[in-house]
């Protein structure tokens, strides 16, 4: 029988992440189990900086992202972190997709940065964990999290959120974040 396991901690280094995706892969391989995760049903529907969100990455295709919002440190800051929920061949579940520190001092001025008919309401500095295949070279770039105000129409198809990865020698590019409730998926 399939063994049920938790599932696996949010983790904010590549360094860590790489450690916990390769013992995962170790544990199943050595003991050919499968492991369950339930998604969490526990989200915020107030806060539009934090649940669950359906993003395209290209041609790793569609994953499932929670974002949750972490309490101010020291300094007080409050970030939000998007744990991915469904991994790909670069980074796999489990680890922080991308963070970005939020709060008025660290918002950023979206005019004549982006074009007005994307509807950007806020713009915050972060950062985005990019990889090659396995997991491997992990690292942080330069990113932006942006939040849509609803009339982007068909340019950001409805997206409440975007995060925008910049990676070195790249084009930057844009993944567009669609809220996932539950409730709506569940049958009658």
């Known amino acids: 029988a399939p063994t049920l396991t ?20 170790s544990a199943d391989a050595a003991t050919s189990s499968v492991v369950y995760h339930r998604i969490p049903a526990d989200v915020s529907r107030t806060d539009p900086l934090s649940g669950l969100f359906l993003g395209s990455f290209g041609p790793h295709g569609p994953e499932l992202l929670r974002l ?21 061949a670069n980074v796999p ?22 074009p007005d008919e994307l509807g950007i309401t806020a713009r915050y500095r972060g950062e985005g964990l990019v990889a090659q295949k396995g997991f491997t070279q992990p690292r942080w770039v330069d990113g932006e999290l942006l939040v849509f105000g609803g009339h982007g129409g068909s340019l950001t198809g409805g997206a409440a959120l ?14 567009l974040l669609n809220r996932v409730e539950l409730d709506d998926l569940a049958p009658c």
């Not at 904010?12 to 892969?25: D, E, G, K």
């Not at 949750?68 to 790909?88: C, I, N, Y």
């Not at 579940?93 to 982006?114: E, I, M, N, P, T």
């Open 93 to 114: 579940a489990g680890s922080v997709s991308f963070r970005a520190k939020v709060g008025r001092k660290h918002r950023l001025d979206a005019r004549d940065v982006y």
């Open 6 to 25: 938790p599932p696996p901690p949010a983790v904010s280094s590549p360094s860590a992440a790489a450690s916990t995706a390769a013992a995962a892969l």
């Open 162 to 175: 975007g995060f925008v990865w910049a990676v070195p020698g790249e084009k930057r590019f844009l993944i």
């Open 68 to 88: 949750l919002r972490v309490p101010g440190d020291a300094a007080g800051e409050e970030t939000v972190q998007a744990v991915k929920l469904t991994g790909d």
